[in-house]
């Protein structure tokens, strides 16, 4: 059934544009056998004619047979076996090593708690033709095994503007330190996901793409061309368009990479497609990738059904500030991402006494289902702000005290995120929108390289800013200006 979705998962996405660099395949491809495995294929240029092919693919550690060790863990062993055939011929490249995976209970990777763990192959210096490539797993403990034979065409190089392979990820950053990483690229740390399914626990979708053949103007005259995104349905309709941008052309090839919030969509299949515009030639070339939408049961602040909610028992007050301290722990007192100044002017003036009675009063308020005995808005505070402190920490501060970790708690995920790699002009930047903010936009630069960004410029009136800004980033791509 699942090979099934597949297929017409990659039937949508040539529904939705025309193929790119090379012809449209059933990817990404789930393994037949026991041990069940996603893998996909990235396919991006080299010099002399020659291309560089990733494949990336999961670990399936919820069908692997867990040993306890001495020290009262647990860990699974497998062997992966590869074989790489280009057809026509008889030759072959065959590698097969070992590996292990450790937990602390086996419970916590079984069923829909398992984790998305991946891991990657680069191929470098493949020359154009078509090749059968065959991933095999076997857990070494249960003898079970599991195996995907693909076709892979790599077409060859040329001058005219194309676009490599979508490349879809759970998360895109800069990287400081770009040594001994496989899933770094152009200087960025790019986290695949090669089951191509988001809005669970993935609610961004990110994405990666090189752009080849762009025409080079001169320093008086820049040539530049223009990025459109659609987001299209199994039927090949078109759910979501993001706004175009016109940037300037870096040279014969570009990096293109940015994010989408998906988890408004309905759960299903759909494909995202790029369209990009040299605008001196006036050449097109597109690109696409498919994905799914997983369907969200309890997510944040979403409104949950009204069939089953239960009445909430009636409380004093030291038992709901018991229930916040249990919730939130320690950060049902950190009300200044939500509270306005009035509301923490007065908090501080308060007595320790005073203070408990402000925190239960201030979280009741807030709690958008009054009628169920949990207050959501304080688990997604929670939530937010360790997730904050995983994605946005650095050597010099926690992610919730960071300006992205800031916004993120206060705003949540935001709808699109476009990235732009240092170069010679400008550091590294990142911005942020919000579509139902009216269009919010905020933009973080890393000054120093080491991964703290900090925020330059926002739309958001209450936000500050850096009065040099269009000194910092591109100017062209702030959609929204401040009044």
């Not at 867990?66 to 992966?80: H, I, L, Q």
Request: hydrophobic content about 35%.
């Amino acid at each position: 059934m699942q090979r099934t979705v597949v297929v017409s998962m990659a039937l949508i996405a040539a529904l939705c544009t025309a193929p790119s660099l090379a012809s449209e395949q059933a990817l990404p491809a789930e393994s037949e056998g026991d041990l069940t495995f996603h893998i996909d294929v990235g396919r991006f240029r080299m010099g002399g004619g020659k291309s560089y092919v990733e494949l990336y693919y999961t670990l399936p550690v919820a069908d692997f047979s867990y040993v306890e060790e001495d020290d009262g863990g647990w860990t699974a062993r497998f062997r992966t076996s590869f074989v790489l055939q280009r057809k026509g011929s008889k030759a072959t490249v065959s590698d097969s090593w070992e590996g292990h995976f450790s937990v602390v209970d086996p419970d916590e990777v079984t069923g829909g708690q398992a984790p998305l763990m991946v891991d990657q192959m680069e191929l470098e210096n493949v020359s154009p033709g078509e090749y059968e490539i065959s991933l095999a797993m076997t857990d070494l403990t249960s003898e079970k095994a599991g195996e995907v034979v693909l076709t892979v065409p790599v077409a060859p190089s040329s001058e005219e503007l194309a676009v490599s392979d979508v490349e879809l990820a759970i998360k895109i950053e800069a990287e400081a330190d770009t040594s001994d990483s496989r899933f770094v690229k152009n200087g960025l740390y790019i986290s695949p996901n090669p089951e191509h399914r988001f809005g669970g626990k993935f609610p961004i979708l990110y994405w990666y793409s090189e752009i080849y053949g762009l025409t080079t103007g001169t320093e008086e005259i820049p040539d530049s061309f223009s990025i459109a995104y659609t987001i299209c349905d199994s039927k090949g309709k078109e759910v979501r368009t993001l706004p175009s941008k016109r940037k300037a052309t870096p040279g014969e090839s570009a990096v293109e990479m940015g994010g989408v919030n998906v988890v408004a969509l309905e759960a299903g299949e759909y494909a995202i497609s790029l369209v990009v515009k040299d605008l001196s030639s006036g050449t097109e070339a597109t690109a696409s990738a498919p994905f799914y939408v997983e369907a969200v049961s309890d997510v944040g602040l979403r409104a949950l059904s009204e069939e089953g909610e239960e009445e909430a028992p009636e409380r004093d007050a030291a038992a709901e500030l018991r229930g916040l301290q249990e919730v939130g722990g320690e950060w049902y007192e950190r009300i200044e991402y939500l509270a306005d100044r009035d509301e923490l002017s007065l908090y501080e003036s308060l007595s320790p006494e005073g203070k408990e009675r402000f925190l239960v009063k201030f979280w009741k308020d807030r709690d958008p289902l009054p009628g169920t005995p949990r207050n959501e808005l304080l688990e997604e505070f929670v939530r937010r702000i360790e997730y904050a402190d995983e994605h946005f920490s650095s050597g010099f501060e926690k992610g919730h005290r960071s300006d992205r970790g800031r916004i993120y708690i206060k705003n949540g995920e935001p709808d699109e995120i476009e990235r732009h790699p240092a170069d010679v002009r400008y550091a590294s930047y990142v911005s942020w929108l919000y579509y139902g903010r009216g269009g919010d936009q905020y933009i973080f630069i890393d000054r120093t390289g080491y991964g703290r960004y900090e925020l330059v410029y926002s739309s958001d009136e209450d936000e500050s800013f850096d009065p040099d800004w269009e000194d910092l980033i591109d100017p062209t791509v702030v959609r929204k200006r401040r009044r």
